[in-house]
């Protein structure tokens, strides 16, 4: 007998007829079963009016803080201390920021930071993220105990260290040195807890074992599978950390003295005298809050387009 003579029973597609029940589910299976049952994922929503009124009082209020320094550091400093203090700019602005460059000596001082943060931030990074990575993924003994330790000394205040500290830098004899500022923050206990947190759910234990069989070594897999998975969160990590820095004024105050000053250090210049000049400190407070502004502006979408896809991937 041929397969041809074989009858073969095919649905009935009439008008008006049900196809039969098998007692099977006939959902869709995978990503569009979940859209089956859930008729409204997937779906790209809309913010409506109400969250655009409340977005907007938000930045209101976020901006609200730089724009009454241009203003303040717009004006002169009878202006500024009035009552009601003045809502819109004045004339003195370019005036104002070459004079509080001049008496601060900003040159020096925004190079120093910019030193100061960028190692800070890049260290910072890259121990933050190989912590991480060993204390997510690798096995080893007392691996708890010494994550339980790095959690703990961010619950030490930094004062305390202060005396002690302060005694090293004078016996390396990096008194009054940047690298007395360097070296104390090059790593931070909660960059090593954030890197440990997003690669244990971000990175598969599956990658890491892909490499082992393929022969790689620790580091060879921290560099060629970690570093890619790990970009987001090392981006955000890294502003957050180089804003810290920038602004960082206890410690490099005791450390460093007006002749090598970084930019929080050298603003107090703008306040030693008898009658402080409201507009001029403003003035220089807009000058140190540039750089970041423009560091943001440039970064900004790679951070935030890194965050999203850290999400994406998570």
Excluded: C
């Amino acid at each position: 007998m041929t397969t041809d003579s074989i009858p073969v029973r095919t649905p009935d597609t009439r008008p008006g007829t049900a196809p039969k029940k098998t007692g099977k589910d006939t959902a869709p299976r995978g990503r569009n079963r979940a859209l089956f049952r859930h008729p409204g994922a997937g779906r790209q929503h809309h913010a409506g009016p109400v969250a655009y009124i409340l977005l907007g009082i938000a930045a209101l209020f976020s901006l609200f803080p730089l724009y009454w320094t241009m203003v303040a550091a717009s004006t002169d400093n009878t202006r500024v201390t009035q009552t009601p203090p003045p809502f819109l700019p004045g004339p003195h602005l370019l005036d104002n920021l070459g004079k509080a460059w001049q008496d601060a000596a900003l040159g020096k001082a925004m190079l120093n930071s910019l030193i100061v943060a960028g190692v800070i931030a890049l260290s910072t990074v890259l121990f933050a993220t190989l912590a991480g990575f060993a204390f997510a993924k690798l096995r080893f003994k007392g691996r708890n105990v010494l994550l339980m330790l790095v959690i703990g000394t961010m619950l030490v205040p930094p004062q305390l260290g202060v005396v002690p500290l302060f005694m090293m830098m004078t016996e390396l004899g990096w008194g009054q040195k940047l690298p007395a500022v360097i070296f104390p923050t090059l790593v931070s206990a909660v960059g090593v807890f954030f890197m440990r947190q997003y690669l244990t759910e971000a990175l598969p234990d599956e990658l890491i074992e892909a490499g082992r069989v393929d022969g790689a070594h620790s580091l060879r897999i921290f560099w060629s599978i970690v570093l890619p998975i790990a970009r987001p969160p090392m981006a955000v990590l890294f502003m957050i950390t180089f804003v810290h820095a920038w602004n960082d004024f206890f410690w490099p105050f005791i450390v460093l003295d007006m002749t090598n000053p970084t930019v929080p250090v050298a603003l107090t210049q703008l306040s030693a005298g008898y009658v402080r000049d409201q507009s001029l400190i403003m003035a220089g407070a807009l000058l140190g809050t540039l750089p970041l502004l423009a560091m943001f502006v440039v970064f900004g979408r790679q951070i935030v387009g890194g965050i999203m896809q850290g999400a994406v991937k998570g």
